[in-house]
């Protein structure tokens, strides 16, 4: 039986809790933990400090949905999916201004705060870029004062936890809720019912309307819990509200007296089961149905609450644009322009015309793939099983579409093929982003380049109808977390020099350039580097058992795992460069550090089997006396946001290689490029932007462009290619001669056949040797290390627009029409809360709104 240390209480214990914050720790501590100073656990001091933290934030979050409600401002609904949130103690003590004074009177204590937030699991609400978009918006909302409010669903276990065994992924369950987390309220008053399958009743109504009945339908509860959102700097606590699941009966008693144990449970099971995992395997028809059913579990649960709030204040329902925005992240949440006009003509009983300009003048949509294959479809016999009366619904909608088409383009078929909402072939279903264009009054990309190949390539047809209602709005990542909170070296450097306006205006990183030649600052920086450096490599070490070089060029590609994002060639460049220094061990490479960190799709045995290549490429590297104080390869397993604030710090390299005209923006390009990295990339998503605001000499650019991958396609043989370069088709010939795995030599052969039998769709080879020109130019400038410290420091300096509240800001003044409400604390609430930017009002009789 294990016992628990004990330890005495330390002698600075009364000066540590004059801070209010340490008072309302050590409470929670007794009261919420039940435990004595000498008892508690390090899983104690986290969750007891959470809610220290979230005790002054609900304050906040109080006042701010009262002052919503009083002044009856347009609110804006962000409906996503994913939220790939991360870890929040950090985070929040920095937003509100907490975080020095909390580490100095914990250490009073003898707790490290940094171990307690290390405690902290990561939320599994999200798994890639879209995700953590979405995350980084909501921060940028409540730091601009802006009245959204994000929608999700509360998924009991993430994407997967990634384990490496033998370099081949496996997947285990991510239990993030294992122990709960602090930062959620259940708001059990607000479970909204969710009908699911059942038949439809042909009706009229007193009028002589048709009104169908959807009946003998399943029901499905959703349970609502909020997790608070606090802005850097201000009063605003927004709420991102997450559904889950639940049995509309949970217990069949008769069935359980009846011996039928299971049984009596079954529906609780089946129901939960819509909220259990983030993404399904959708390989099986079981998998598509539960998708489905996770999508529409989460728009019905969603506009039911949003219509509840506003009926509260109006009894009609056209000033619904004038009072509510809703926002599709992606075209997930697509079902929710069928389902308001469900709740508007079946359950309020609009007509059609009214309801359809209605929800229109509502919804948003925004764009995130230029790849045909990723944009949704959902067969219309699942659809029509599902949800009888939304495929009615849509059906309705794509009628009436095709007419307006008719009227402009007569006789035109072959258009009005391309733009239908439904799909004929190779089954009849229907297309999510064809029902979100023609849903909504505004459709944007997420980076310059992406937007206009919407325009051209991807929905031209929609583009030629509605030309303005394209738009772009580039993507963006909030300062808060992705500098000053996981880079405090550098962070604290810059506000010894420019102050600490930058934190909420990143513009103000400009100041910077006037220090990119200052020796004095160029050591400082490089400092900071090393520190950051050294943390990751500490990391490395305990974690993984290996040792890194801190004076190594880290050289970091980190991303979820698809063909189109080229892992594959970046380790390509590794074998060559192995090859290199077997070759010429007196060459002048610089010792460099290679770092992976991707999961790749349970069902995706592609990117499963470039995973598995790279890691037996590092073991094979790690394990060469010869060459192992130059090369080092890692793949870094389960990588997750709490890795990358520990990752991308410590870089020096970003690749941002994909194909061009393949991403859509990406935002780990701009992370990386936030601090200090320089990037080694393509013409593609934000990489355009980026290197034009950074400057073309701080960026290592290769590749063919967008409109080239376009032309050479047809016409393009890898085989030449092979055949003309000695190093490539040494390198690929090493996939196959054992050289990386001598018990299975024949395990990369599928690799050696995409890239030269299968036509190389990524176009790999054909931009491989402008590649290794590139990394050439990357070891060059290494050696300069003024040079590179300059250019990294211009980085820096010129990422400022890729910030989110610029991006959120967009979204606010040309999409959503919302502008910052100001949040008053009250006097006696305020008194007990540490200081903000924002205003402040006399106390007054304090009555919650709940939202």
């Given at each position: 039986?294990?016992?628990?240390?004990?330890?005495?209480?330390?002698?600075?214990?009364?000066?540590?809790?004059?801070?209010?914050?340490?008072?309302?720790?050590?409470?929670?501590?007794?009261?919420?933990?039940?435990?004595?100073?000498?008892?508690?656990?390090?899983?104690?001091?986290?969750?007891?400090?959470?809610?220290?933290?979230?005790?002054?934030?609900?304050?906040?979050?109080?006042?701010?949905?009262?002052?919503?409600?009083?002044?009856?401002?347009?609110?804006?609904?962000?409906?996503?999916?994913?939220?790939?949130?991360?870890?929040?103690?950090?985070?929040?003590?920095?937003?509100?201004?907490?975080?020095?004074?909390?580490?100095?009177?914990?250490?009073?204590?003898?707790?490290?705060?940094?171990?307690?937030?290390?405690?902290?699991?990561?939320?599994?609400?999200?798994?890639?870029?879209?995700?953590?978009?979405?995350?980084?918006?909501?921060?940028?909302?409540?730091?601009?004062?802006?009245?959204?409010?994000?929608?999700?669903?509360?998924?009991?276990?993430?994407?997967?936890?990634?384990?490496?065994?033998?370099?081949?992924?496996?997947?285990?369950?991510?239990?993030?809720?294992?122990?709960?987390?602090?930062?959620?309220?259940?708001?059990?008053?607000?479970?909204?019912?969710?009908?699911?399958?059942?038949?439809?009743?042909?009706?009229?109504?007193?009028?002589?309307?048709?009104?169908?009945?959807?009946?003998?339908?399943?029901?499905?509860?959703?349970?609502?819990?909020?997790?608070?959102?606090?802005?850097?700097?201000?009063?605003?606590?927004?709420?991102?509200?997450?559904?889950?699941?639940?049995?509309?009966?949970?217990?069949?008693?008769?069935?359980?007296?009846?011996?039928?144990?299971?049984?009596?449970?079954?529906?609780?099971?089946?129901?939960?089961?819509?909220?259990?995992?983030?993404?399904?395997?959708?390989?099986?028809?079981?998998?598509?149905?539960?998708?489905?059913?996770?999508?529409?579990?989460?728009?019905?649960?969603?506009?039911?609450?949003?219509?509840?709030?506003?009926?509260?204040?109006?009894?009609?329902?056209?000033?619904?644009?004038?009072?509510?925005?809703?926002?599709?992240?992606?075209?997930?949440?697509?079902?929710?322009?069928?389902?308001?006009?469900?709740?508007?003509?079946?359950?309020?009983?609009?007509?059609?015309?009214?309801?359809?300009?209605?929800?229109?003048?509502?919804?948003?949509?925004?764009?995130?793939?230029?790849?045909?294959?990723?944009?949704?479809?959902?067969?219309?016999?699942?659809?029509?099983?599902?949800?009888?009366?939304h495929l009615q619904?849509?059906?309705?909608?794509?009628?009436?579409?095709?007419?307006?088409?008719?009227?402009?383009?007569?006789?035109?078929?072959?258009?009005?093929?391309?733009?239908?909402?439904?799909?004929?072939?190779?089954?009849?279903?229907?297309?999510?982003?064809?029902?979100?264009?023609?849903?909504?009054?505004?459709v944007n990309g997420v980076a310059a380049l992406h937007t206009d190949l919407i325009r051209s390539r991807l929905v031209p047809r929609f583009a030629e109808m509605w030309p303005d209602k394209f738009i772009n709005h580039t993507n963006g990542i909030t300062p808060r977390r992705w500098l000053r909170a996981c880079n405090e070296p550098l962070s604290h450097a810059i506000s010894e020099r420019i102050g600490d306006d930058w934190i909420s205006n990143l513009d103000d990183l400009r100041k910077l350039e006037a220090y990119a030649d200052d020796s004095d600052f160029q050591d400082r920086f490089i400092e900071a580097k090393v520190l950051n450096k050294q943390r990751f490599a500490d990391w490395c070490r305990r974690r993984m058992g290996i040792q890194l070089n801190t004076n190594a060029l880290f050289d970091v590609q980190v991303k979820r795992l698809h063909e189109y994002k080229r892992q594959l060639m970046n380790i390509l460049q590794v074998i060559m460069r192995y090859q290199r220094l077997l070759d010429d061990p007196g060459c002048d490479l610089p010792p460099r550090v290679v770092l992976f960190g991707a999961k790749a799709a349970p069902a995706y045995s592609r990117a499963k089997l470039i995973i598995k290549l790279i890691n037996d490429v590092a073991y094979t590297i790690n394990h060469d006396q010869r060459v192992n104080n130059r090369l080092k390869v890692l793949f870094v397993p389960n990588y997750c946001v709490s890795l990358a604030e520990l990752v991308i710090p410590a870089a020096d390299l970003s690749e941002q290689i994909s194909t061009a005209g393949m991403e859509a923006s990406g935002t780990g390009n701009m992370k990386l490029a936030l601090n200090g990295a320089l990037t080694i990339g393509t013409l593609d998503g934000a990489n355009i932007e980026i290197r034009d605001a950074v400057g073309e000499e701080n960026f290592f650019l290769f590749g063919l462009t967008a409109e080239q991958v376009a032309e050479q396609r047809p016409t393009y043989d890898p085989w030449t290619i092979y055949n003309g370069s000695e190093r490539i088709s040494r390198a690929l010939h090493a996939l196959t001669d054992g050289t990386f795995n001598s018990d299975r030599p024949d395990l990369f052969a599928p690799i050696f056949d995409w890239l030269t039998h299968e036509r190389d769709f990524y176009m790999i080879m054909a931009d491989m040797e402008s590649y290794l020109a590139a990394q050439d130019q990357v070891d060059a400038r290494w050696h300069d290390t003024r040079g590179w410290a300059r250019s990294a420091i211009l980085n820096v300096a010129r990422v400022g627009y890729f910030s989110s509240d610029r991006a959120v800001w967009e979204y606010a003044t040309e999409t959503w029409g919302v502008k910052p409400i100001a949040i008053r604390v009250p006097a006696q609430v305020r008194s007990h809360l540490p200081p903000a930017s924002g205003p402040t009002e006399p106390t007054p009789a304090i009555a919650t709104v709940k939202s």
């Open positions: 039986m294990s016992t628990r240390p004990r330890k005495s209480r330390p002698s600075s214990t009364t000066a540590a809790t004059r801070n209010p914050l340490i008072a309302r720790f050590l409470h929670h501590l007794r009261f919420t933990q039940g435990e004595a100073w000498v008892t508690a656990t390090p899983h104690d001091h986290f969750v007891s400090l959470a809610l220290a933290v979230r005790d002054r934030m609900i304050d906040r979050m109080v006042a701010t949905q009262r002052t919503y409600h009083r002044r009856d401002v347009k609110r804006v609904y962000y409906l996503s999916l994913e939220y790939l949130l991360g870890r929040s103690l950090r985070n929040n003590l920095v937003c509100l201004g907490l975080y020095e004074s909390c580490r100095e009177d914990l250490a009073k204590l003898d707790i490290d705060l940094e171990r307690v937030c290390d405690l902290e699991p990561d939320a599994g609400l999200g798994n890639g870029g879209l995700g953590r978009l979405a995350a980084c918006y909501l921060d940028s909302a409540a730091t601009l004062q802006l009245p959204v409010y994000g929608y999700g669903i509360r998924y009991e276990y993430g994407i997967f936890e990634q384990e490496i065994a033998n370099g081949w992924q496996v997947e285990h369950p991510d239990y993030w809720l294992r122990f709960g987390t602090p930062w959620e309220v259940p708001r059990p008053e607000f479970t909204t019912a969710v009908r699911l399958y059942g038949r439809l009743e042909d009706r009229q109504d007193k009028q002589g309307r048709y009104r169908p009945a959807w009946v003998d339908y399943r029901t499905v509860m959703g349970l609502p819990y909020d997790m608070p959102i606090v802005g850097y700097g201000v009063n605003t606590v927004n709420i991102l509200r997450l559904w889950s699941a639940r049995a509309s009966h949970v217990f069949d008693l008769a069935a359980f007296n009846r011996g039928g144990y299971v049984e009596a449970v079954r529906e609780k099971a089946v129901s939960e089961t819509i909220s259990k995992v983030l993404y399904p395997s959708d390989e099986l028809e079981s998998g598509k149905e539960l998708r489905l059913q996770q999508q529409y579990f989460f728009v019905a649960c969603t506009l039911s609450d949003i219509i509840r709030r506003y009926e509260k204040t109006h009894d009609h329902y056209h000033k619904l644009p004038h009072k509510i925005a809703i926002q599709l992240n992606d075209t997930h949440p697509a079902l929710a322009i069928a389902e308001m006009m469900r709740l508007l003509i079946d359950e309020r009983g609009m007509d059609w015309d009214p309801a359809w300009e209605i929800t229109q003048k509502c919804f948003a949509y925004t764009n995130h793939t230029l790849l045909p294959e990723a944009l949704e479809v959902w067969p219309v016999s699942l659809l029509g099983r599902v949800l009888p009366r619904i849509i059906f309705e909608i794509n009628k009436r579409f095709l007419e307006q088409v008719e009227l402009r383009w007569p006789g035109d078929s072959e258009r009005q093929r391309d733009v239908s909402l439904v799909q004929e072939m190779p089954e009849k279903a229907i297309r999510m982003a064809n029902l979100s264009i023609v849903g909504s009054h505004s």
